[in-house]
């Protein structure tokens, strides 16, 4: 199973306003559309971090690369690329005609953040640094984006690096976060041998966790000795004896 990671970082809209405070914008008031200016990818515990971006190649190239990965992935993985990442990239891809990847499982670690964890923040910046693996490259903000819209050449240089940390933070958390994640696509059922497997890392390192009871069934439990995850076998141990109320 292809597991890759990705990040993008976008353009903000350019446009005009009456002032800083509580502002409508309406359609006519955008001078420049936000956009995609670069992305950072990489293949699950591989070395290489791929980048791309409008100042290296052409927008429509940048689409095609990271389209051509998406189409080789199994599942994605990224930091609220639910409602950011992904859509930005379909975006770009319905501009320049590119058809949609075949279908791929969205693994978004700021869900799993939300739902299963209580931090102060939920950024990935915090989070990671909460959990001791590293943070985000330091810059100077919005001249940062402002630099690389005017085409500076010192300011893409960061860029770059900013957006291929991302990538590289985002796998130490999802490493990290793995045991805990709910929709992770089961590993099992791709490298399994006849052998007992871990659904969320392959690994065959696993041991006996109990036994999981419900109202009329139970099922053995497992625990993956090297990410940790708890899970069950999906074959039944015995259904509930006769006269069992339930």
Not at 217 to 245: H, I, N
């Amino acid at each position: 199973m292809r597991i890759l990671l990705l990040d993008i970082e976008t353009s903000p809209l350019v446009c005009f306003a009456w002032g800083l405070w509580d502002q409508n914008i309406a359609i006519n008031q955008i001078v420049e559309d936000g956009r995609t200016l670069c992305w950072a990818a990489k293949w699950l515990k591989e070395r290489e971090v791929m980048f791309d971006s409008e100042h290296e190649s052409t927008p429509k190239t940048m689409f095609r690369r990271i389209h051509k990965l998406i189409q080789e992935a199994d599942a994605v993985v990224h930091y609220n690329g639910t409602k950011f990442d992904m859509p930005h990239l379909n975006t770009g891809f319905l501009e320049y005609d590119y058809v949609p990847p075949s279908h791929y499982a969205n693994i978004d670690l700021l869900q799993t953040a939300r739902r299963k964890f209580n931090f102060a923040s939920n950024k990935l910046d915090y989070v990671a640094q909460k959990l001791g693996l590293g943070s985000k490259l330091k810059h100077k903000g919005m001249d940062l984006w402002r630099g690389c819209m005017a085409g500076n050449e010192s300011d893409w240089r960061i860029m770059k690096r900013y957006n291929i940390q991302d990538v590289r933070l985002l796998e130490k958390v999802y490493l990290k976060l793995l045991p805990w994640i709910q929709n992770h696509p089961n590993l099992g059922v791709v490298i399994n041998a006849g052998k007992k497997t871990c659904g969320s890392c392959g690994s065959e390192n696993v041991k006996k966790d109990g036994i999981q009871y419900n109202k009329t069934l139970s099922y053995q439990r497992w625990r993956c000795k090297d990410c940790g995850k708890p899970q069950r076998e999906r074959r039944r141990l015995a259904p509930a004896a006769d006269g069992v109320l339930v």
